[in-house]
């Protein structure tokens, strides 16, 4: 009854217990569950800890408030005691709808962050090597034209660009990337490290016989015995 009084607001199944909700909640498409803890077979506490993933918005309708603090463990959307007032009903509604956009916008923005990763490499120019890729900046994705890229480190499962003294941090492993980077403009000197080769003003040895390239930001990129044949035909390469 009160449902009835409230906007925006379509009941797609009814259950008489725990089995029966949890039936319902796997052929309907819910937004939001009216639960109530104690019931036959399957408890409200129960059911709701079945969802790990992705849940709809709990909300829990019960005469106990002794459950309280087991059902906030499970983290529902609300807990509300009766008898229910239709200003509380109203007020839990707006918190599970409000958590479900905040889930859905959340899965937007994994969704793009995953498609810009995977393809985050976007632009490219006749010969097939990237000009552009796109990184995080601030919370946002930003073009970074790669001609502006000084040299880039493998991070765990992940790449830095580093860029004019800033540093991005891109999904993507340094293998992936290197496959599609102009070898004239970017030379693998590491397993872990790419750098441009205009960016290069100076090759010395540090102790222990490594050799170390300094770049124009002033930034040290060490060089492996595996990858300094590379960097000699860099060397030898007219300008």
Same mark, same amino acid.
């Given at each position: 009854?009160? /449902?009835? *009084?409230? @906007?925006n607001?379509e009941?797609? +199944?009814?259950?008489a217990?725990?089995? %029966?909700?949890?039936?319902?909640? $796997?052929?309907?498409?819910?937004?939001i569950?009216?639960?109530d803890?104690?019931m036959p077979?399957?408890?409200?506490l129960?059911l709701?800890?079945?969802?790990?993933?992705?849940?709809?918005?709990?909300?829990?309708?019960?005469?106990?408030?002794?459950?309280?603090?087991?059902?906030?463990?499970?983290?529902?959307?609300d807990y509300?005691l009766?008898?229910v007032?239709i200003?509380?009903?109203?007020?839990?509604?707006?918190r599970?709808?409000?958590?479900?956009e905040?889930?859905?916008a959340?899965?937007? /923005?994994a *969704?793009? @962050?995953?498609a810009?990763?995977? +393809?985050?490499?976007e632009?490219?120019? %006749?010969?097939g090597?990237?000009? $552009?890729?796109?990184?995080?900046a601030?919370?946002?994705?930003?073009r970074?034209?790669l001609d502006a890229v000084d040299?880039?480190e493998a991070?765990?499962?992940?790449?830095r660009v580093?860029?004019?003294?800033?540093?991005?941090l891109?999904?993507?492993?340094?293998?992936?990337?290197e496959?599609?980077l102009?070898?004239?403009?970017?030379?693998?000197v590491?397993?872990?490290?790419?750098?441009r080769a205009e960016r290069?003003?100076?090759?010395?040895?540090a102790?222990?016989?490594?050799?170390v390239?300094t /770049?124009?930001?002033g930034?040290e990129?060490?060089v492996s015995?595996?990858y300094?044949?590379?960097?000699k035909?860099?060397?030898?390469r007219?300008?």
């Amino acid at each position: 009854m009160l /449902l009835a *009084e409230i @906007e925006n607001v379509e009941i797609v +199944g009814q259950a008489a217990d725990g089995e %029966e909700a949890l039936a319902v909640l $796997e052929t309907a498409p819910v937004d939001i569950v009216l639960l109530d803890i104690k019931m036959p077979g399957l408890s409200g506490l129960e059911l709701l800890s079945r969802f790990k993933a992705a849940p709809p918005a709990f909300v829990f309708i019960t005469a106990y408030s002794r459950f309280a603090v087991d059902a906030f463990e499970l983290a529902p959307t609300d807990y509300l005691l009766k008898p229910v007032s239709i200003e509380r009903l109203r007020q839990a509604l707006t918190r599970g709808r409000a958590e479900i956009e905040s889930r859905r916008a959340a899965q937007r /923005l994994a *969704e793009l @962050e995953a498609a810009l990763a995977r +393809g985050a490499p976007e632009e490219a120019d %006749e010969d097939g090597f990237l000009t $552009e890729v796109w990184v995080k900046a601030r919370g946002e994705r930003v073009r970074l034209h790669l001609d502006a890229v000084d040299w880039i480190e493998a991070e765990g499962d992940h790449i830095r660009v580093h860029s004019g003294g800033r540093s991005f941090l891109l999904r993507l492993s340094i293998r992936q990337l290197e496959q599609r980077l102009d070898p004239r403009h970017f030379v693998r000197v590491h397993r872990s490290a790419l750098v441009r080769a205009e960016r290069i003003v100076r090759v010395a040895r540090a102790e222990g016989g490594q050799a170390v390239l300094t /770049l124009e930001t002033g930034a040290e990129v060490p060089v492996s015995r595996r990858y300094a044949p590379r960097l000699k035909q860099l060397a030898r390469r007219p300008a």
